[in-house]
């Protein structure tokens, strides 16, 4: 089945685009479909793998990454999940499990990005939970063994210009977000459940049109699963991942609507984890659009941040087009990290540089 095809069948997943559903759907109706649950105990392996239960679900890794001369890269290998039915056969063309992959590499002159899609039924695409494997085609994010959870990972993923390898190794533990991986995203009560690793140390081989560079940097990786995310007047999120010099770790983020909901997680270098609301954080945006500059205040821990990126430029003109790159961090605390931007007018922040 060709991959426009397949592009069908998951847009189809996410019923109504548009103000009728939020930001890709993912506030239409969702009958049939488990919902997350506050009372549930996220347990590992089980919870690496997939949830077939729930309409939408991804692993997403980004990287921050430098050269031997300090040149600033970024590279993102996401794997989503979408179901077409709340129940159907596990294997065969039949199974309702439609699955889409995105991988880019972001330098500070170029952005490079490639989709793939995938039927999970006949083998094509999945996730297993011990020993950690998630692929699509010859795309992969897996560890060596059960036994490493995802503490170690292996990852790869290639486009028409473009290639990543990198190895990531955890340096601390995985971090639950909200209450105990219950993060709620509205006022009206919409959830996921949602852990990441931020404590990725990484090294590799990033393949661009200029040729092979060797690179090493900080990775993390968000997992998150539900049914109905956003609220149906919700049009989209800005999100940041911020690896900050002094060890501690920032996700910041708000979902756009009347009002937007703010939310987000101060880690510290030992993991220990502070939930955070809108009373807590305030985040600011530049004036472009999308914006691609923050302020980020958090005034309780100290912190008052500005946020640019590695290139402006950094636009995923794929099947659901959104903008995804690699951020610089300066004010009264330093680092990297990674900025996601959603939902912002058709033809603004999705032109793409390169796909394949």
């Known amino acids: 089945m ?19 559903s939020g930001f890709a759907g993912l506030g239409a109706d969702v009958e049939g479909f488990a919902l997350p649950d506050a009372a549930y105990d996220l347990t590992f392996p089980r919870d690496h793998g997939a949830h077939e239960d729930f309409r939408i679900e991804w692993w997403y890794l980004t990287a921050n990454l430098r050269d031997a001369e300090g ?24 199974a309702p499990q439609v699955w889409m992959a995105h991988a880019a590499v972001t330098t500070p002159d170029g952005h490079h990005f490639a989709e793939r899609f995938g039927r999970g039924g006949i083998g094509q695409a999945g996730v297993t939970a011990a020993p950690f494997s998630a692929w699509i085609d010859d795309w992969e994010m897996t560890a060596p063994n059960a036994a490493s959870g995802i503490d170690r990972l292996h990852v790869a993923a290639r486009g028409s210009d473009f290639a990543l390898s990198l190895e990531a190794e955890a340096q601390g533990p995985l971090v639950l977000h909200g209450a105990d991986g219950f993060s709620i995203k509205s ?29 090493t940097g900080q990775a993390w990786l968000d997992r998150e699963w539900s049914s109905q995310p956003l609220d149906r007047s919700q049009q989209g999120w800005d999100w940041m991942a911020l690896h900050l010099d002094d060890g501690r770790r920032l996700m910041a983020a708000q979902v756009r609507g009347q009002p937007s909901f703010v939310f987000g997680s101060l880690i510290a270098p030992d993991g220990n984890v502070q939930p955070l609301t809108g009373d807590d954080l305030r985040l600011t945006p530049g004036r472009a659009i999308p914006p691609t500059t923050w302020r980020v205040e958090l005034p309780a821990a100290g912190l008052d941040l500005d946020i640019e990126a590695v290139n402006p430029d950094a636009n995923m003109a794929t099947s659901v087009p959104y903008w ?14 990674y900025l996601e931007l959603t939902g912002y007018p058709p033809g603004q922040g999705v032109s793409g540089r390169s796909g394949g």
């Open 324 to 337: 995804e790159g690699p951020v610089r961090i300066g004010g009264s605390a330093t680092g990297r990290g």
């Open 187 to 215: 006022e009206a009560g919409q959830a996921s459940h949602y852990y990441s690793q931020p404590f990725y140390e990484v090294s590799g081989r990033l393949t661009l049109p200029q040729g092979e560079v060797e690179v």
């Open 2 to 20: 060709s991959a426009r095809w397949l592009a069908v069948l998951l847009l189809a997943a996410l019923p109504a685009f548009g103000q009728q």
């Open 71 to 94: 040149r600033d890269y970024g590279a993102q290998w996401t794997l989503f999940r979408s179901a077409l039915a709340p129940d159907g056969p596990e294997s065969g063309w039949s």
